[in-house]
């Protein structure tokens, strides 16, 4: 089958480029001699995240319970749950774990400890957790001059029903950055300030056996991890926009496009009509902020080759418009009603969560399988 | 069960609500004496469009096929496929005419015309086709000055496979009116140009039996809709904090929410961190260019009454950042870690695709019925 004969909009993903993307990140963990810990809530695929497990610890990184009973099934048992927990998910999660997963939680603050102490004790559980640090203000963590960092060490360490295990951040600021070297900065920040809290920690009799941190950019240009037990990453596979204009991929590095038909013309306006409206491409508008504005997505033909300046300007609920930013004619003819167009996304993790399945691709328009992919919690 | 016993996050639909919103647009239709054919794009239930089809003569609005799919398979006859048709979503619809589906598509060119009249042909069928309109120049649609307008319409009337069957318009511009008054200007101008393009196909001996015009703004606030035969809206049965802000409703008539956990405070920054991020609430920001920008969503309590000033001001995949917009001191007592706010969304239509499921309240915090919904294409 050929990707002309699919119903639009579909999902694509090229296979070649997903090895390749994979393929870089781990030459550059095993140069920094660290295991990565993928993140699966941007493919929500089994066969994806395999991928990226191969040569890998095993463990892998999730952001809903769903990814974990997905993953779990799948044969994964290490899943680290990287959202601060909350009390009713905390059933679902001893349920996992009484069937055999090693499910770790994060947390920041004492009312959490407490919670998950008691579940755990109720089920006869350790649960393992990593303390949760903000190393770069962008959303949630303990500081590096809290004593919360302590209080929660010290509370996980004596309560039953939880398991000191470590602690975790997240550089998110590293998608705001405006260059290659405010993202190696970052990554130092990230790296300097989860070694400095297992420090603390293990000085005052506490245990850190894990040390995790990551973000796609950081885990791109971090130079020395010392100190640092595993990264975490998960857009790298697909790439998207937003890294291209982060300066952490190319454009043709991006594995994720939406194969969508032309359905109209608005010649005096200079507009192609699409049926890949914010449904499709989802509403995320990543590119905004940064140096090139993408739109809604980056025009390829079907080859998936990018064509210059055209981007998807505007968008509604299951309409595209696709307008030349340079403000050429369009060659009406190139774009024949009925055609078909692929569009790359700003955000893969958006984009993807959009659609039930993958259409996968090798290179060439043909498609070689068809991966299903899980979305809601 | 009551809302407090969820895993979030979760989207929670107040039936009373919608009731009371489709109430309204019926007394709205009769006194136009007119019929409404709800749109299925923003519920994508069934239990909703059977509220909605109440009293009406039964024909719905859908924006995919999968729409079509489902609502038919739960005994809907009479469908429009409100989106410009391309040549590979053709034999689908073929399928469901065969199996007694009365579709009837929208195009704006003589390219679909062919292609849509050789599939009829090809499976012995005269498929009807509204020529689609562009009232306001928001996206597709032919305009009265063009000559496309009899092109199409006499090779509908003459090509064997297609029907002639009417004309159609959406005002997509009424969701950028900035008061009621141009809401009423734009309702005219719809309508003026549905009723006239009719006039002149008929005028010039061809049929226009269907003359459809709507979006939710213009259904309420159309004075007179003389000549058309229908209006289609599917935003109204929820409503939103878009259609707030515009003046099409109060906040207190938005019957959908996402219901979300606290977990963590950054008390320094005054933010409350939840688990409802952009794949609970969607990337839409729809009243970013509206007087008030709501954020990501507008904070509730867990009863659904709209909190002063707190709102999502920042999203991440499964996070959310509530902050008052004020810049008061958050009652953190209020908000304590565990516990759970309702956030009403920006756009119903986009926010409710995150999810495959409602959780059906009556105007309190128990849970009546869980009510499925359709995704995807």
């Given at each position: ?18 090895k ?20 699966g ?19 892998i990184?999730?952001s ?43 947390l ?11 579940k ?7 649960i393992?957790?990593?303390i ?5 203000g962008?959303?949630s963590?303990?500081t ?13 360490n004596?309560e ?49 056996p894990i040390v995790?941190v990551?973000?796609t ?9 010392t ?7 998960g ?28 359905i ?6 200079g ?14 508008r990543?590119?905004?902020s940064?140096k ?20 998807v300007?505007?968008?509604?609920q ?7 930013r ?31 399945r993958?259409?996968i ?7 070689i ?9």
């Amino acid at each position: 089958m050929d990707l002309l004969t699919l119903e639009t909009p579909s999902l694509v993903l090229d296979i070649s480029k997903i090895k390749r993307n994979i393929t870089h990140i781990h030459k550059r963990m095993e140069k920094l001699g660290i295991n990565l810990r993928p993140h699966g809530k941007t493919a929500k695929n089994i066969d994806v995240i395999k991928i990226a497990l191969d040569g890998q610890a095993g463990g892998i990184t999730v952001s809903t319970l769903k990814e974990a009973e997905y993953y779990f099934s799948h044969g994964i048992i290490d899943i680290v749950y990287a959202v601060g927990i909350a009390p009713v998910k905390l059933d679902r999660i001893a349920g996992l774990i009484k069937k055999g997963a090693n499910i770790t939680l994060i947390l920041d603050s004492i009312e959490q400890v407490k919670f998950v102490a008691a579940k755990g004790q109720q089920y006869d559980l350790n649960i393992p957790v990593l303390i949760e640090l903000d190393c770069d203000g962008h959303r949630s963590g303990v500081t590096l001059d809290d004593s919360l960092l302590l209080d929660i060490g010290h509370m996980l360490n004596r309560e039953k029903g939880v398991m000191m295990s470590g602690v975790l951040t997240h550089a998110g600021e590293s998608y705001q950055c405006k260059s290659v070297e405010e993202i190696r900065v970052l990554a130092k920040i990230e790296r300097d300030m989860a070694v400095k809290c297992s420090e603390i920690l293990r000085q005052n009799g506490l245990p850190c056996p894990i040390v995790s941190v990551g973000s796609t950019p950081t885990a791109n240009f971090a130079e020395d991890l010392t100190g640092v037990t595993e990264v975490r990453a998960g857009v790298f596979m697909f790439y998207d926009l937003v890294m291209a204009g982060l300066g952490v991929c190319d454009k043709s590095d991006i594995a994720i496009s939406v194969l969508t038909s032309i359905i109209g013309h608005q010649k005096r306006k200079g507009w192609v009509i699409t049926d890949a409206g914010w449904m499709a491409l989802s509403r995320d508008r990543g590119t905004a902020s940064q140096k090139v504005d993408q739109g809604s997505g980056l025009v390829c033909n079907v080859e998936g080759d990018p064509l210059n300046d055209l981007i998807v300007s505007s968008t509604n609920q299951e309409h595209g418009i696709i307008s030349d930013r340079s403000k050429k004619e369009i060659a009406w003819e190139s774009f024949g009603i009925g055609s078909m167009v692929r569009i790359l996304p700003n955000h893969a993790c958006a984009t993807g969560a959009m659609y039930d399945r993958y259409y996968i691709t090798d290179g060439s328009t043909e498609i070689i399988d068809v991966w299903h992919r899980i979305n809601g919690w």
